[in-house]
């Protein structure tokens, strides 16, 4: 017979899940990781820091004709008709802005173009001897966020960049050889570069002997026109 007096006891507490205690550990990660990600962007108050920086291009190939030299600035806004120049503090490839009639001035800006991630993909004008990428750098470190491309033309006699004298991106006038490489126009196995184009078809009269490249995400032409 069953004892009328005898206490049922509670039933057992039940377990508590773990994943409360991932949940508050992923908190505490992510509240600690924002917190440095926000010291790193209070130093220097925050403002962009100019600390310019450069690498030069390779020599143009087949895959890449007539790049020019390619350098970086992470220094504020350029402008058209601003000058620069080297940067003793980031030699030997490093540029800066300076006055047009400082003795360290040796190019002036002749174009201002939209930076892009796509390599072939900023088209500077004519008479273009070198391009400088500029970005902006929070906190120091880092090559920076890409703004623009400065197109610049040197202010001394010397003009790679003028069509048919073997520098500067590869434009209508130029010379390459058979190799699609750009040289000075005259040179032995010197072909004229009479267009640049998507597909052979679109080639000018007088083409001889178009050379077609390997595609190049960016590039606007995909065809070298010459005269053979």
Same mark, same amino acid.
């Given at each position: ?47 962009? *820091? ?6 030069? $291009? #390779? ?7 007539? $790049? ?22 980031? *030699? ?23 930076? $892009? ?9 004519? !008479? *273009? ?5 500029? $970005? ?7 090559? !920076?966020?890409?703004?623009? #491309? ?26 390459? #050889? ?47 026109? #010459?005269?053979?």
């Amino acid at each position: 017979m069953a004892n009328p007096y005898q206490v049922t006891p509670p039933p057992a507490p039940r377990r508590r899940s773990g994943g409360n205690v991932v949940a508050v550990i992923v908190l505490a990660v992510v509240i600690i990781g924002g917190y440095f990600v926000m010291q790193s962007l209070q130093k220097d108050d925050g403002k962009p *820091t100019a600390s310019p920086s450069a690498s030069p $291009s #390779t020599k143009p190939t087949a895959k890449d004709p007539g $790049s020019p030299e390619s350098s970086s600035d992470t220094s504020s806004s350029w402008k058209v008709g601003d000058c620069g120049g080297p940067d003793p503090s980031k *030699t030997p490839d490093g540029y800066k802005r300076a006055g047009c009639s400082d003795s360290g001035a040796t190019f002036k800006a002749i174009d201002i173009k939209e930076a $892009s991630i796509l390599p072939n993909a900023v088209q500077c004008p004519p !008479g *273009t001897d070198l391009m400088i990428d500029v $970005s902006i750098s929070y906190g120091g470190k880092g090559s !920076g966020i890409p703004t623009n #491309t400065v197109c610049g033309r040197n202010l001394s006699g010397d003009h790679p960049g003028d069509a048919g004298a073997g520098g500067g991106q590869l434009v209508k006038g130029d010379c390459v #050889t058979s190799q699609a490489k750009e040289v000075v126009c005259g040179g032995s196995g010197a072909q004229k570069v009479l267009g640049l184009v998507k597909t052979k078809s679109e080639c000018p009269s007088g083409t001889t002997d178009p050379i077609e490249l390997t595609m190049a995400i960016g590039r606007p032409y995909d065809v070298i026109c #010459t005269d053979g």
